[in-house]
Nanobody
């Protein structure tokens, strides 16, 4: 059994910062790509950023230059540093990871953490 547990969401004013964390636990042999997605009310879930096991990253155009994704492989944890937040960043943020255990590989999701940016 694998779990992803997110933390760090909250309410912040426009221009402020938040740092999200997502820790994976359970039956884990290795973790490939880890990423953050978000879903705003009435919209589809979208990729915010991801980071591969080797450290290469991808970002949505809307967050480039403002958000930074990083990971600590020893802790099976991925982070999302969000700076210069805008009201349009308001959404539920979900962690995602491609995880290998001894029997199979699967994609896992966290429960989501709310980020609200006030204008």
């Amino acid at each position: 059994q694998v779990q992803l547990v997110e933390s760090g969401g909250g309410l912040v004013q426009a221009g402020g910062s938040l740092r999200l964390s997502c820790a994976a636990s359970g039956s884990i042999f290795s973790i490939d790509t880890m990423g953050w997605y978000r879903q705003a009310p009435g919209k589809q879930r979208e990729l915010v950023a991801n980071i591969r096991s080797g450290g290469s990253t991808d970002y949505a155009d809307s967050v480039k230059g403002r958000f930074t994704i990083s990971r600590d492989n020893a802790k099976n944890t991925v982070y999302l540093q969000m700076n210069s937040l805008k009201p349009e960043d308001t959404a539920v943020y979900y962690c995602n990871a491609k995880i290998h255990n001894t029997k199979y590989v699967g994609y896992y999701w966290g429960q989501g953490t709310q980020v609200t940016v006030s204008s």
